[in-house]
């Protein structure tokens, strides 16, 4: 949906889908009709908005039209093997997979300069631009570390462990002052890390946003105790300690409801989408994060157990930040 407008994007899904899968319908709900339709050679994995442009990405490229009518083809950019459709659009530039696994292109708008970012080694599973477009979240198929670059350099910020095991990232969300980053995964559990930006806490002080004093992971919280993210103590601070004791941790986490979810049934349309456009076998979405504000999360799954939950970020007595479950509800049949 763009923003606030009354324009979304349609795709075809689902068992009986209204529209194929390899059409974008941008409907104006105002009129209740569609404005724009595009349409393609294989199934489209995911559409942005902006009032400018409309990017859709398929499994192996990025295409960028005119939002306008009709619309008008701006560019289009051939990405590695991309099944979960990764690509993020702000205001100024565009970031999607590159020819590489594990790389990341950066496209700004105005002069179309491409800047290209080595993010991980192997293939990439989540990605996510912050509200304001200086920030850039990573990550990969491995799931362990979340990787900050700044998007005006491309210099990594942070690199931030989501835990030693690893996991399918779901969701990266960063809150509207760009101050925390929120991470789901299949282990169902719901990580919120406090996010480094190139502009420092001068310009969130100077927006009026709310952060903790020692932003990205000090080793003192505002109560001058050991802050959370760095989880080992004393343990992260002697030398020759492997690396996993001196990561910077979430400073707070709360297990979400994942729900149980069969695989797609052979011939089911999901099954031909994953088939069609050489994708494995998917559920459907899980823990897809969404920020109301810098202390309220929702976190909303599909399927047969479709819900969305809201978590609260809030302080403790002790000056440390703590997640909260405030409430849940399933919108899909009865709770």
Not at 9 to 37: C, E, R, S
Not at 55 to 63: C, D
Not at 114 to 129: D, G, K, M, N, Q
Not at 209 to 229: L, T
Request: glycine share 10%; with cysteine.
């Amino acid at each position: 949906m763009l923003g606030k407008a009354n324009y979304m994007a349609l795709i075809g899904g689902g068992k009986q889908p209204k529209f194929p899968q390899n059409k974008v319908v941008i409907w104006d709900d105002h009129k209740a009709k569609a404005a724009i339709t595009l349409e393609f050679r294989t199934p489209v994995l995911r559409v942005k908005l902006s009032r400018t442009r409309i990017v859709v990405a398929l499994y192996n490229s990025i295409h960028v039209y005119s939002f306008a009518s009709p619309p008008e083809k701006i560019s289009v950019y051939e990405t590695a093997d991309n099944p979960w459709g990764l690509c993020c659009l702000g205001t100024h530039i565009l970031a999607f997979p590159g020819t590489t696994h594990g790389q990341i292109k950066l496209v700004e708008h105005a002069k179309g300069n491409v800047s290209i970012i080595p993010a991980h080694s192997t293939p990439l599973r989540a990605i996510e631009l912050s509200p304001d477009g200086e920030v850039l979240a990573t990550a990969s198929e491995k799931g362990t570390l979340i990787r900050i670059y700044a998007t005006s350099n491309c210099a990594r910020m942070a690199e931030l462990r989501r835990g030693v095991d690893p996991a399918k990232i779901f969701s990266l969300g960063i809150s509207p002052a760009s101050t925390f980053l929120a991470v789901t995964s299949d282990k169902s559990t719901l990580h919120v890390f406090d996010l480094p930006h190139p502009f420092g806490p001068a310009s969130r002080e100077a927006t009026g946003s709310k952060r903790p004093s020692n932003p990205g992971g000090g080793s003192k919280a505002a109560n001058g105790e050991e802050n959370p993210s760095q989880k080992w103590g004393i343990l992260g601070r002697m030398p020759l300690m492997p690396r996993v004791f001196s990561d910077v941790y979430s400073i707070s986490s709360i297990p979400f409801a994942m729900g149980e979810e069969p695989l797609p049934r052979p011939g089911s349309t999901a099954s031909f989408s994953a088939i069609a456009s050489g994708m494995p076998n998917i559920q459907p979405p899980k823990g897809v994060i969404g920020w109301t504000d810098e202390e309220t999360i929702i976190i909303v799954g599909a399927g047969y157990d479709g819900r969305w939950e809201k978590f609260n970020l809030l302080i403790a007595e002790d000056g440390n930040r703590i997640l909260r479950r405030d409430g849940w509800k399933r919108y899909l049949g009865s709770n």
